[in-house]
């Protein structure tokens, strides 16, 4: 019989903050390699199907970025390729990283652990990665439940995350079709869809998930009235 998992109270600590400060790293002068830096370190994180899906996501995260003319495709590029870098690890892994970087988890996360990996992402990209610029963290911190009134990164990488899943996601198409002509009815279908699909499998809705969905539905109805 499968032990099941002693849930933990959430810890207390309060150093980590939901937005970082903007303290924006000056331009690299190569930032080639710095790409090349980031990958190479990324294949010890996560496995090969992994991998394969990060580089993908990555470059579906600088074409949209292009397309959009954000203003930095490389941090779009280097946000893709880091958004799973906690994806392998286990539950354990995630909560031991959180109190090491003192990440005030709430409970809502803790009910829906398959979200952790997004913060506790954010958390190795800042701490072990070195990455500095607040876009690109809050970008791996959302990627997963998405938060209302997010940067243009953030939708880049949430879309692109679900364009990448193809035929695996029921909506993956239809997101695909929106994401170059509507970004914030692409975000509100993928909201929508995503808490469908929980509530198929009985799962519990972390409360960003559906603070997400309701703020677009807002936006998309305003924008229509
Ligand atoms: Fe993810
Ligand atoms: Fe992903």
Known sequence: MQKKKKKPTPNTATTFQEEPPIKLKPHHENVNEQIEGYTKDLKRYISRERFAHSLEVAKLSKKIAEFYTYENIENAYIAG??????????????????????????LSELDSPATLHAPIGRLLAQHQF??????????????????????????IVYLADIVDAGKKVEHALR???????????????????????????????????????????????????
């Not at 070195?130 to 939708?155: D, Q, S, V, Y």
């Open 130 to 155: 070195g990455i500095e610029n607040p876009e690109i963290l809050l970008a791996i911190a959302h990627h997963t439940t998405g938060r209302p009134n997010m940067c243009l990164l953030e939708k």
């Open 175 to 225: 997101v695909k079709k929106l994401v170059y002509s509507d970004l914030d009815a692409a975000l509100c279908l993928t909201a929508k869809e995503t808490i469908r699909n929980l509530l198929d499998r009985d799962k519990i809705i972390c409360e960003k998930s559906l603070e997400c969905y309701n703020f677009y539905n807002k936006l998309l109805q305003e924008r229509a009235s």
């Open 81 to 106: 390729l880091l958004h799973d870098v906690a994806k392998d690890m286990s539950f354990e892994e995630h909560l031991n990283l959180a109190n090491k970087y003192s990440y005030k988890y709430s």
